[in-house]
C-alpha cells in the first residue's frame, strides 16, 4: 500500500523544525439564534504561523485547532513554493524510470534554476566557472538536496536507506541513461549536456549568492579507529568554490565527486551532516545490477566507521567529518555553522535512552530518568515523547500502544493516589472508611507496547501488571518502565564483565533476542569497544534480569560550605522540591574552574530518582535557604563534555586524575494559598470595614501579580478616602505556622486544598485551627459529584485529540491531587472541628444546589466561645514567612 501523503505541518517540520511557531487564537463566533432570545455563540479558532523570513494567517476561522494549524502550514507551502511528496512509485521498475526522469529535470528545465531549491545553491556556485567545469557538480549533492530522489532509491532497494554507497550506485547509473546530462566515466560529477542561457544563469545568481569573504566553520572528524578521540577541524571556505572540494581536502578524497553526504543528523532544521570519501569502487555497466563494489576487504576506505554509523543510522566508511554546512530553501546563501565537541556528544547523548529527558531539562549532569510517572511532578519531557524520540533516533518504527479497560468490580479505592498516577490498589489494601460506593468507581486502565524495526519485527513487548485509573496514566507509565528497561541495558554495555546478558522474559517484558540484537547491532559495536573486554561477547544470550534498581541515598555525601540558619523546613520523600545549582569542572591545582551547568531554579520530587544519589543527598541535608557545597563522583567524560559548551575544546584533552565535579546548592523552596491576589483585589472593589489584608502563597510569580494589582487599587483608593486597609503578602507554606497571623478575624483558603496530597490538606487543618485559630475560616473546594454535569456541557469531538485527563469523571484540573464527594469533603471539616473545638456549617456556590449540589462546596468552621485561650508565641522563631511585599509603604516586587 503506497504510504499517506504528508500533512502540510508534517511537511513544514521536515524542513523548519522548532522554527516554525503557530499561535492558536479562540475566538466567539454566532451561530443561527431565534428571535427574542439571546444569540448563540461557538468556540472557533484562526492561526498565526511564524517561519524564519514568512508570516502568515488563516483569512477565516476553523471549528478545530488542528484544522486551523493545518491550514495556516498549507498557506505557508503555497508561499514557498514547498510541495510534499506524493504518488510514489510502487514498483522498483516505476521507481527507476522516475528517477532517470527526475535528475534529467534538474538540468534540461532552465526553469528549475529560478527556484528554491537547494541543489540550485550547488550549481549557483559552479556556474561562475569558466570552460568545461562550469556547471558540474558531484552527484552526492543531489542526494544531500533532494527527498525524493533518496526515496525512489528505497522503493528500488529498501537498504538504500541505510546506505550512502547504494544511493550513489543508483544515481550514477540512472544518471548514465537520463537524456540532456553528462557524467564522467571515471568520477561522479554530473552536468548539464548543453550550456544555460545567460539568462537562466544570471536568475540562479541573484537567487543564490556566493561566498566573497573567507568563512572558516568548525567541524568534528571521527576517525573510523574506535580508539581514536573525535577532534575539531576548521574547514576554510573561500574563492567562491564549491565547499565540498575543502570537505575533500579534510578526507583526502581525490575530488569532492568522491565525497559521500549522509542524511540529515539532529533537528529536523538543521544541515548537521556526515561527510566521507566513497571507498575504492569500480562501475557496473550492466545496469540492472546497479552495484559499486570495493576493492577489497582490506583497503582502509572500506572499513566501516561505527561511531559515524551509529549516529546517522546509515552505514559509513572510513574517516567522516560531521559539518554544518550546506543549501536550504529558507537561505539564498550557504548556511554554515560551527559543529564542536559538546555538538557531537550532545548527539550521542540524544541517542540515549535518559538523553532527551537530561537535555529537555538542561540539565545533564543533574537530571537523571525518573523512576516514578506523576504527572504533577514530572518535568521536561513525558514518558512516552521520551520513549517515541529513542525509537526516532535508534531508527526504529514508533511504539505501539493498546490500551484495554479493566473492570474494578468491587474494588472501592480512593481517588488521591490513582489520581496522581499510583497503581490502582489492590482489594486487600483498600481501606474500610473509603466512601465511593461501587457504582462510583470507574474502571481502571492497563497499556501494553510493543517496540518493532522499521521492518515491523518485535523486539520487546511489555505488559504491564499494575491497572491506572487513567488511560493517560496507563500509557506514561508503561512508556516509562520500557525506558528504564532500555536505561538499564545500554548501562550494562558500559559495565566490564565477561558477559552480557538479554533473557527472552522477566519482569513484564517479553524480549526477541535475535531480532533486538540485529537492530542494534551497531549500537553493541560502539559501546561494547567501551564497556566490555571484548565487543564480541556483548551479543550474549541468556538469563539477564532487567529489574529497576532500587536507588538509595548516599548518605555518605560530605557538604562544605555550608550557609544560611537552619529554617527547619527539610525536604523530604515525596516533597516537590525546588533549588538552585551550580556544576564546576575544578583542576585539583586550583588554576581554573569551568562553569558547565547552572538552573536558578530547578525542580523534582524527591526519592523519585529524578536527580543522581549526591545531589539528592545534599538537598536532603539542608533546609530551605541554606546553601552548600560538595565533590561529586566524576561522571563519563561523554557527559562533560556534552554539558561544556564553549570549553568542551578546552577540556577534551584533561585527563579525570586532574580534575573533579563540584556542586553549589541552595533549596529554595519545599512544596505547597492566596495565588495572584484575586480574592484580595475583589475585596477592595467593595466598601469594608476590614482594616488588614494578608496573602500567603508558595509561589513568587502569582504574588508579584498579586502586589502590582493591589498596589495599582490601594494607590487610587487612597487618593478618594481617607483611610485605606494595610496589605500584606507573605511568600511561604499554609501548612507552616507563622505567628504574624495569629487570631485573625477570618481566614480564606478557597480552591487550595485539591492542589495538596491528602495528607497535606489534613495537616493544613490541624495547622490552621490549632495554631493560627482565626476565628471563622472558610474553604472551599471543587464537589467531585458536579463534574458530570460540567463535563456534559462541553463534551469533546470525537476527533479531537485526547484529553490527558481522560476518564469517565475527569478531574477539573490537571494539577488537582484529588477531589472530593460531599461525604467525603463533610467528613473530613466535621473531623477537624470536632477536634480544634470549632462548629461547622456547609453550603456552596455554583448550580441549584439540589442534587448533585454544588459546583464547589464550602464550610464554614467558627471558633466556639469557650475555645478562646491564648497561647504563647515565640515572635522571634515563628515566623518563617518571608515579607515579599506591603502597603502602604511598598515598593512591587520584580
Given at each position: 500500500?503506497?504510504?499517506?501523503?504528508?500533512?502540510?505541518?508534517?511537511?513544514?517540520?521536515?524542513?523548519?523544525?522548532?522554527?516554525?511557531?503557530?499561535?492558536?487564537?479562540?475566538?466567539?463566533?454566532?451561530?443561527?439564534?431565534?428571535?427574542?432570545?439571546?444569540?448563540?455563540?461557538?468556540?472557533?479558532?484562526?492561526?498565526?504561523?511564524?517561519?524564519?523570513?514568512?508570516?502568515?494567517?488563516?483569512?477565516?476561522?476553523?471549528?478545530?485547532?488542528?484544522?486551523?494549524?493545518?491550514?495556516?502550514?498549507?498557506?505557508?507551502?503555497?508561499?514557498?513554493?514547498?510541495?510534499?511528496?506524493?504518488?510514489?512509485?510502487?514498483?522498483?521498475?516505476?521507481?527507476?524510470?522516475?528517477?532517470?526522469?527526475?535528475?534529467?529535470?534538474?538540468?534540461?528545465?532552465?526553469?528549475?534554476?529560478?527556484?528554491?531549491?537547494?541543489?540550485?545553491?550547488?550549481?549557483?556556485?559552479?556556474?561562475?566557472?569558466?570552460?568545461?567545469?562550469?556547471?558540474?557538480?558531484?552527484?552526492?549533492?543531489?542526494?544531500?538536496?533532494?527527498?525524493?530522489?533518496?526515496?525512489?532509491?528505497?522503493?528500488?532497494?529498501?537498504?538504500?536507506?541505510?546506505?550512502?554507497?547504494?544511493?550513489?550506485?543508483?544515481?550514477?547509473?540512472?544518471?548514465?541513461?537520463?537524456?540532456?546530462?553528462l557524467v564522467s566515466d571515471t568520477n561522479f560529477w554530473i552536468q548539464s549536456q548543453k550550456p544555460y542561457s545567460p539568462e537562466a544563469v544570471d536568475m540562479a545568481l541573484k537567487r543564490w549568492s556566493g561566498t566573497s569573504d573567507p568563512v572558516e566553520v568548525e567541524a568534528i572528524l571521527v576517525p573510523h579507529v574506535l580508539e581514536d578521540?573525535p577532534k575539531i577541524v576548521r574547514v576554510n571556505l573561500r574563492d567562491n568554490e564549491h565547499y565540498m572540494s575543502y570537505v575533500a581536502e579534510k578526507l583526502t578524497a581525490s575530488d569532492s565527486s568522491h565525497v559521500l553526504v549522509s542524511r540529515t543528523i539532529g533537528k529536523a532544521s538543521s544541515e548537521i551532516r556526515l561527510y566521507f570519501?566513497a571507498p575504492n569502487v569500480h562501475f557496473v555497466s550492466d545496469i540492472s545490477k546497479n552495484v559499486l563494489a570495493c576493492h577489497g576487504d582490506g583497503d582502509i576506505n572500506c572499513q566501516v566507521n561505527k561511531r559515524a554509523s551509529y549516529i546517522s543510522g546509515q552505514t559509513i566508511y572510513g574517516d567522516a567529518l560531521l559539518a554544518n554546512?550546506?543549501?536550504?530553501?529558507?537561505?539564498?546563501?550557504?548556511?554554515?555553522?560551527?559543529?564542536?565537541?559538546?555538538?557531537?556528544?550532545?548527539?550521542?547523548?540524544?541517542?540515549?535512552?535518559?538523553?532527551?529527558?537530561?537535555?529537555?531539562?538542561?540539565?545533564?549532569?543533574?537530571?537523571?530518568?525518573?523512576?516514578?510517572?506523576?504527572?504533577?511532578?514530572?518535568?521536561?519531557?513525558?514518558?512516552?515523547?521520551?520513549?517515541?524520540?529513542?525509537?526516532?533516533?535508534?531508527?526504529?518504527?514508533?511504539?505501539?500502544?493498546?490500551?484495554?479497560?479493566?473492570?474494578?468490580?468491587?474494588?472501592?479505592?480512593?481517588?488521591?493516589?490513582?489520581?496522581?498516577?499510583?497503581?490502582?490498589?489492590?482489594?486487600?489494601?483498600?481501606?474500610?472508611?473509603?466512601?465511593?460506593?461501587?457504582?462510583?468507581?470507574?474502571?481502571?486502565?492497563?497499556?501494553?507496547?510493543?517496540?518493532?524495526?522499521?521492518?515491523?519485527?518485535?523486539?520487546?513487548?511489555?505488559?504491564?501488571?499494575?491497572?491506572?485509573?487513567?488511560?493517560?496514566?496507563?500509557?506514561?507509565?508503561?512508556?516509562?518502565?520500557?525506558?528504564?528497561?532500555?536505561?538499564?541495558?545500554?548501562?550494562?554495555?558500559?559495565?566490564?564483565?565477561?558477559?552480557?546478558?538479554?533473557?527472552?522474559?522477566?519482569?513484564?517484558?517479553?524480549?526477541?533476542?535475535?531480532?533486538?540484537?540485529?537492530?542494534?547491532?551497531?549500537?553493541?559495536?560502539?559501546?561494547?569497544?567501551?564497556?566490555?573486554?571484548?565487543?564480541?561477547?556483548?551479543?550474549?544470550?541468556?538469563?539477564?534480569?532487567?529489574?529497576?534498581?532500587?536507588?538509595?541515598?548516599?548518605?555518605?555525601?560530605?557538604?562544605?560550605?555550608?550557609?544560611?540558619?537552619?529554617?527547619?523546613?527539610?525536604?523530604?520523600?515525596?516533597?516537590?522540591?525546588?533549588?538552585?545549582?551550580?556544576?564546576?569542572?575544578?583542576?585539583?591545582?586550583?588554576?581554573?574552574?569551568?562553569?558547565?551547568?547552572?538552573?536558578?531554579?530547578?525542580?523534582?520530587?524527591?526519592?523519585?530518582?529524578?536527580?543522581?544519589?549526591?545531589?539528592?543527598?545534599?538537598?536532603?541535608?539542608?533546609?530551605?535557604?541554606?546553601?552548600?557545597?560538595?565533590?561529586?563522583?566524576?561522571?563519563?567524560?561523554?557527559?562533560?563534555?556534552?554539558?561544556?559548551?564553549?570549553?568542551?575544546?578546552?577540556?577534551?584533552?584533561?585527563?579525570?586524575?586532574?580534575?573533579?565535579?563540584?556542586?553549589?546548592?541552595?533549596?529554595?523552596?519545599?512544596?505547597?494559598?492566596?495565588?495572584?491576589?484575586?480574592?484580595?483585589?475583589?475585596?477592595?472593589?467593595?466598601?469594608?470595614?476590614?482594616?488588614?489584608?494578608?496573602?500567603?502563597?508558595?509561589?513568587?510569580?502569582?504574588?508579584?501579580?498579586?502586589?502590582?494589582?493591589?498596589?495599582?487599587?490601594?494607590?487610587?483608593?487612597?487618593?478618594?478616602?481617607?483611610?485605606?486597609?494595610?496589605?500584606?503578602?507573605?511568600?511561604?507554606?499554609?501548612?507552616?505556622?507563622?505567628?504574624?497571623?495569629?487570631?485573625?478575624?477570618?481566614?480564606?483558603?478557597?480552591?487550595?486544598?485539591?492542589?495538596?496530597?491528602?495528607?497535606?490538606?489534613?495537616?493544613?487543618?490541624?495547622?490552621?485551627?490549632?495554631?493560627?485559630?482565626?476565628?471563622?475560616?472558610?474553604?472551599?473546594?471543587?464537589?467531585?459529584?458536579?463534574?458530570?454535569?460540567?463535563?456534559?456541557?462541553?463534551?469533546?469531538?470525537?476527533?479531537?485529540?485526547?484529553?490527558?485527563?481522560?476518564?469517565?469523571?475527569?478531574?477539573?484540573?490537571?494539577?488537582?491531587?484529588?477531589?472530593?464527594?460531599?461525604?467525603?469533603?463533610?467528613?473530613?471539616?466535621?473531623?477537624?472541628?470536632?477536634?480544634?473545638?470549632?462548629?461547622?456549617?456547609?453550603?456552596?456556590?455554583?448550580?441549584?444546589?439540589?442534587?448533585?449540589?454544588?459546583?464547589?462546596?464550602?464550610?464554614?468552621?467558627?471558633?466556639?466561645?469557650?475555645?478562646?485561650?491564648?497561647?504563647?508565641?515565640?515572635?522571634?522563631?515563628?515566623?518563617?514567612?518571608?515579607?515579599?511585599?506591603?502597603?502602604?509603604?511598598?515598593?512591587?516586587?520584580?
Amino acid at each position: 500500500m503506497p504510504a499517506a501523503a504528508p500533512t502540510p505541518k508534517a511537511v513544514l517540520h521536515q524542513r523548519f523544525g522548532t522554527n516554525a511557531r503557530y499561535t492558536v487564537e479562540e475566538v466567539r463566533e454566532a451561530v443561527g439564534g431565534c428571535p427574542g432570545l439571546a444569540p448563540q455563540t461557538r468556540s472557533v479558532y484562526r492561526c498565526a504561523l511564524e517561519l524564519p523570513g514568512l508570516s502568515v494567517a488563516t483569512p477565516g476561522t476553523f471549528v478545530r485547532k488542528k484544522d486551523a494549524e493545518q491550514a495556516a502550514a498549507q498557506i505557508a507551502l503555497d508561499k514557498l513554493g514547498i510541495q510534499p511528496i506524493a504518488n510514489i512509485p510502487s514498483t522498483p521498475e516505476e521507481a527507476w524510470d522516475e528517477l532517470i526522469a527526475r535528475i534529467s529535470g534538474f538540468f534540461i528545465d532552465e526553469k528549475f534554476l529560478s527556484s528554491t531549491h537547494p541543489l540550485v545553491g550547488h550549481l549557483s556556485v559552479t556556474l561562475r566557472r569558466t570552460g568545461d567545469l562550469i556547471g558540474r557538480i558531484p552527484l552526492s549533492a543531489i542526494a544531500a538536496c533532494d527527498v525524493k530522489v533518496n526515496t525512489l532509491c528505497k522503493v528500488i532497494d529498501p537498504k538504500a536507506e541505510f546506505d550512502p554507497l547504494l544511493v550513489l550506485s543508483f544515481m550514477y547509473n540512472a544518471a548514465k541513461q537520463s537524456p540532456g546530462v553528462l557524467v564522467s566515466d571515471t568520477n561522479f560529477w554530473i552536468q548539464s549536456q548543453k550550456p544555460y542561457s545567460p539568462e537562466a544563469v544570471d536568475m540562479a545568481l541573484k537567487r543564490w549568492s556566493g561566498t566573497s569573504d573567507p568563512v572558516e566553520v568548525e567541524a568534528i572528524l571521527v576517525p573510523h579507529v574506535l580508539e581514536d578521540e573525535p577532534k575539531i577541524v576548521r574547514v576554510n571556505l573561500r574563492d567562491n568554490e564549491h565547499y565540498m572540494s575543502y570537505v575533500a581536502e579534510k578526507l583526502t578524497a581525490s575530488d569532492s565527486s568522491h565525497v559521500l553526504v549522509s542524511r540529515t543528523i539532529g533537528k529536523a532544521s538543521s544541515e548537521i551532516r556526515l561527510y566521507f570519501a566513497a571507498p575504492n569502487v569500480h562501475f557496473v555497466s550492466d545496469i540492472s545490477k546497479n552495484v559499486l563494489a570495493c576493492h577489497g576487504d582490506g583497503d582502509i576506505n572500506c572499513q566501516v566507521n561505527k561511531r559515524a554509523s551509529y549516529i546517522s543510522g546509515q552505514t559509513i566508511y572510513g574517516d567522516a567529518l560531521l559539518a554544518n554546512i550546506g543549501y536550504t530553501r529558507r537561505d539564498s546563501e550557504l548556511r554554515t555553522e560551527d559543529v564542536n565537541l559538546c555538538t557531537y556528544y550532545r548527539i550521542l547523548l540524544g541517542k540515549l535512552p535518559d538523553g532527551n529527558c537530561k537535555m529537555s531539562r538542561d540539565a545533564i549532569l543533574a537530571a537523571e530518568l525518573p523512576s516514578v510517572y506523576s504527572r504533577f511532578s514530572w518535568k521536561g519531557l513525558s514518558p512516552r515523547d521520551l520513549l517515541c524520540s529513542f525509537c526516532r533516533n535508534q531508527r526504529l518504527s514508533e511504539p505501539l500502544f493498546a490500551v484495554s479497560r479493566v473492570s474494578c468490580g468491587m474494588i472501592t479505592s480512593a481517588a488521591s493516589s490513582e489520581e496522581r498516577g499510583a497503581p490502582a490498589k489492590s482489594i486487600e489494601n483498600q481501606h474500610n472508611d473509603d466512601v465511593r460506593t461501587e457504582e462510583e468507581t470507574p474502571d481502571s486502565f492497563k497499556c501494553e507496547v510493543k517496540i518493532c524495526s522499521r521492518k515491523q519485527e518485535i523486539l520487546v513487548e511489555y505488559s504491564a501488571a499494575d491497572t491506572w485509573s487513567k488511560e493517560s496514566d496507563a500509557i506514561q507509565n508503561s512508556s516509562l518502565k520500557v525506558l528504564i528497561w532500555f536505561n538499564n541495558y545500554f548501562k550494562q554495555l558500559n559495565t566490564k564483565m565477561d558477559k552480557l546478558y538479554l533473557s527472552e522474559c522477566t519482569d513484564g517484558f517479553k524480549i526477541h533476542p535475535n531480532i533486538f540484537l540485529q537492530e542494534f547491532a551497531m549500537c553493541l559495536s560502539v559501546y561494547g569497544n567501551t564497556g566490555c573486554n571484548d565487543s564480541g561477547t556483548c551479543s550474549a544470550v541468556g538469563p539477564f534480569s532487567m529489574d529497576t534498581p532500587e536507588k538509595h541515598l548516599e548518605s555518605t555525601t560530605t557538604l562544605t560550605n555550608i550557609e544560611g540558619p537552619d529554617s527547619g523546613v527539610f525536604p523530604s520523600h515525596g516533597s516537590l522540591t525546588c533549588i538552585s545549582y551550580t556544576a564546576s569542572l575544578v583542576m585539583k591545582d586550583k588554576a581554573k574552574k569551568y562553569l558547565l551547568e547552572s538552573h536558578n531554579e530547578f525542580e523534582f520530587e524527591i526519592g523519585t530518582g529524578a536527580v543522581g544519589n549526591q545531589l539528592e543527598s545534599c538537598v536532603t541535608q539542608l533546609t530551605v535557604n541554606q546553601a552548600a557545597c560538595f565533590v561529586a563522583e566524576l561522571p563519563p567524560k561523554d557527559l562533560i563534555l556534552a554539558a561544556a559548551s564553549e570549553f568542551s575544546h578546552d577540556l577534551s584533552n584533561v585527563s579525570r586524575e586532574s580534575c573533579l565535579l563540584e556542586f553549589s546548592v541552595k533549596v529554595l523552596q519545599v512544596d505547597f494559598g492566596c495565588g495572584s491576589g484575586s480574592l484580595l483585589d475583589s475585596l477592595l472593589e467593595h466598601p469594608t470595614t476590614l482594616e488588614k489584608l494578608v496573602g500567603v502563597d508558595i509561589s513568587r510569580k502569582g504574588l508579584t501579580r498579586a502586589a502590582k494589582s493591589l498596589h495599582q487599587k490601594l494607590s487610587k483608593k487612597s487618593l478618594v478616602q481617607a483611610t485605606v486597609p494595610t496589605a500584606v503578602l507573605y511568600h511561604g507554606s499554609i501548612t507552616d505556622f507563622d505567628s504574624r497571623l495569629y487570631g485573625f478575624d477570618i481566614g480564606t483558603c478557597l480552591e487550595v486544598i485539591e492542589h495538596m496530597e491528602e495528607d497535606q490538606a489534613s495537616l493544613f487543618g490541624n495547622v490552621v485551627l490549632s495554631s493560627f485559630r482565626p476565628t471563622v475560616l472558610i474553604v472551599s473546594t471543587p464537589n467531585y459529584e458536579y463534574n458530570p454535569i460540567l463535563q456534559r456541557s462541553a463534551m469533546p469531538n470525537k476527533d479531537d485529540e485526547a484529553d490527558e485527563n481522560a476518564g469517565p469523571c475527569k478531574f477539573r484540573n490537571h494539577d488537582h491531587k484529588f477531589e472530593w464527594t460531599r461525604a467525603q469533603f463533610q467528613c473530613w471539616a466535621t473531623d477537624l472541628a470536632v477536634k480544634h473545638n470549632y462548629s461547622v456549617e456547609f453550603c456552596g456556590v455554583g448550580g441549584s444546589g439540589e442534587e448533585p449540589g454544588y459546583a464547589s462546596q464550602i464550610a464554614v468552621f467558627r471558633r466556639m466561645a469557650h475555645n478562646v485561650e491564648a497561647i504563647c508565641l515565640n515572635k522571634d522563631q515563628d515566623q518563617p514567612y518571608e515579607l515579599l511585599w506591603e502597603w502602604p509603604n511598598a515598593s512591587i516586587p520584580v
